[in-house]
């Protein structure tokens, strides 16, 4: 088995092109003497972590602390986090608060609020978390708050967000159906009827986390406008390779649905995919520009 060390100084290498002033750290992640302004040289962002604890059980990275420090030596100089409290909490309030607050305290993390459509002034939630907190997008959990994506309220809520050019990030699956608790059994989002929703909403982005890509209903997500990826659940080797050939350029952002999986597994499978340096560097840092209304790079090779 290949060294962690090779592994992530090849994707480091990978991304930046060239030395990094990271790589001397990628490993060292005991160093509590490192100085904060050391970036890398091209600086990765993680679309996809979560803080806080998952209700079912503890997590090796549940502590912000040691997620931020293991996000930090592997060269991640932002990531956007949603709360793990968000799946199960009435209080979305509450819970919005709390993430902002935790997210102060550590400049790589960005906080991505949640929505519940389902609770009564919804609209002030997206509100709060659009205008008071300025969150650059919102995650939603459809399949766990119980409601589907051609639902009115979630398309007025797209339409918010974007006229308020901010992303909107779907949780297709938190946890694989086979391990989930007996009397909390969840299916992945039906995302069916998104690409009928996201035709009514001009300029619209939302990006899919945890979305295990395949077949004809992955052809007609890559046809819709504004619809985006992660990596998280990209299955094989060359996974990530071949969503990248499945989709628009410029639609897949590296996440890694942090502490729920360890960080290094979606950094190994986009290293193995054998992606070139350019379509690294866009998955890893700046594909997250073009999901965040950020202006678009001059690059047209981007992948």
Known sequence: MMHRREILSGALAAAGGAPLALSHHACAEDDAARSDSAQPAQPFVDSNVSLFQWPFRRLPLDDSRELRKKLRALGFVEAWAGSFESVLHR????VNSRLVAAC??????????????NLTAWENDLDSCLEQSEMPGVRLYPNYHGYALDDAR??????????????????????????????????????????????????????????RPRGPLLDELAKTPGVFFDTARVESTDGVAKLLRSVPAGRVVFGSHSPFLIP???????????????????????????LRFEPASTKTDKQ
């Open 104 to 117: 102060r305290e550590f400049s790589e993390l960005t906080p991505i609020g949640s929505i519940n459509v």
């Open 154 to 211: 979630f398309i007025e809520l797209v339409k918010r967000a974007t006229a308020a050019r901010r992303f909107v990030q779907i949780a297709v699956a938190m946890e694989d159906t086979r391990t989930q608790h007996d009397l909390v059994r969840t299916a992945d989002v039906d995302l069916t009827p998104l690409s009928a929703t996201l035709r009514q909403i001009t300029g619209a982005r939302v990006q899919l986390l945890n979305y």
């Open 91 to 94: 209080d979305i309030a509450g």
């Open 264 to 290: 290094e597994a979606a950094l190994i499978r986009a290293h193995e995919s054998g992606l070139t340096v350019e379509q690294m560097r866009a998955v890893m840092t700046e594909n997250a520009g073009l």
